[in-house]
């Protein structure tokens, strides 16, 4: 056994597995929220709130920072102080920070309320997006400047790896299962299928909005369809709460992987390969 683990589809295979173990790390964390006891999640709601917060801030702070330089670059001469004063300090700070503490806050209360079936996706997601960002940065490594192409490739992976796992999660919602609220009241509807009303915390207050968001949307949609107790148009109001809630919960959860990439400092070592990459194939 010890010769095959020298050879180097072994060799790359476990550096592979340790370059990525930090997203490894992230998706346990985030399954153990999702699965874990009552007690267990408000204990520790507000450091996840905090640490999911800070690693979605990562990335997007990467990615305005990057933004500011191209266009600070684009205008100012090399020289000028004002690349100093406009680089983002404070305030751009405190904007990403109050962004991400919102999205972490999606992302954490649509876990607890997510069915277990979805994590297949989620899974698939992470692993479309490590793919993909080792193919294309191979491709970047060609044009871009050698210290910036770990954060071009994060950048123009996002929006892609978000929209296609936006398109699965809102068809696994279509397919799967849904409680039947056709005819009930909206009042009737909440009282029977509420989840979070017997738990006063914080934890229990997020959950309970997230859950009565859901529960609307299942009822102003199914209601529609059939003619009942809600008009045709407003199933456009149960797309419209469909699309934003899955939206949300995916652009949060991709947000997050690119956080945690950042946070690593893994943009170093891609660094690196990308040299390597670029040299190899320009010889």
Do not use: K
């Not at 407003?234 to 419209?240: C, E, F, S």
């Not at 947000?255 to 690196?272: I, Q």
Request: positive net charge; charged residues 15%.
């Amino acid at each position: 056994m010890l010769p095959r683990l020298q050879t180097p589809s072994w060799e790359r295979l476990l550096e592979l597995c340790g370059r990525h173990a930090h997203l490894g790390l992230v998706l346990g964390v985030l399954l153990l929220w999702s699965l874990t006891g009552l007690a267990f999640a408000e204990a520790f709601f507000v450091p996840v709130w905090v640490i999911a917060t800070q690693l979605i801030v990562a990335g997007s702070l990467e990615s305005a920072r990057l933004r500011r330089r191209a266009w600070l670059g684009q205008y100012l001469r090399e020289g000028s102080p004002w690349h100093r004063w406009l680089r983002g300090g404070v305030v751009m700070v405190v904007r990403h920070q109050l962004m991400g503490a919102g999205l972490a806050l999606v992302l954490l209360v649509e876990l607890r309320l997510l069915p277990l079936v979805y994590w297949p996706l989620l899974l698939l997601g992470a692993v479309v997006m490590v793919v993909a960002r080792h193919l294309l940065r191979r491709r970047l490594a060609r044009h871009v400047i050698a210290r910036h192409v770990a954060a071009v490739t994060r950048r123009l992976l996002m929006l892609p790896t978000a929209g296609l796992l936006i398109i699965a999660l809102v068809m696994a919602a279509l397919w799967l299962p849904q409680p039947y609220l056709v005819g009930l009241s909206w009042e009737e509807a909440l009282l029977d299928h509420l989840q979070g009303r017997e738990n006063d915390s914080l934890l229990g207050f997020f959950v309970r909005l997230g859950s009565t968001a859901e529960i609307t949307q299942i009822w102003v949609m199914q209601n529609a369809v059939q003619n009942l107790q809600v008009t045709n148009p407003a199933a456009l109001l149960g797309w419209v709460l469909l699309l934003l809630t899955q939206s949300a919960f995916a652009w949060a959860y991709v947000r997050l992987l690119v956080g945690a990439d950042v946070l690593r400092r893994e943009g170093r070592h891609d660094d690196v390969d990308a040299e390597r990459s670029g040299g190899h194939e320009s010889s």
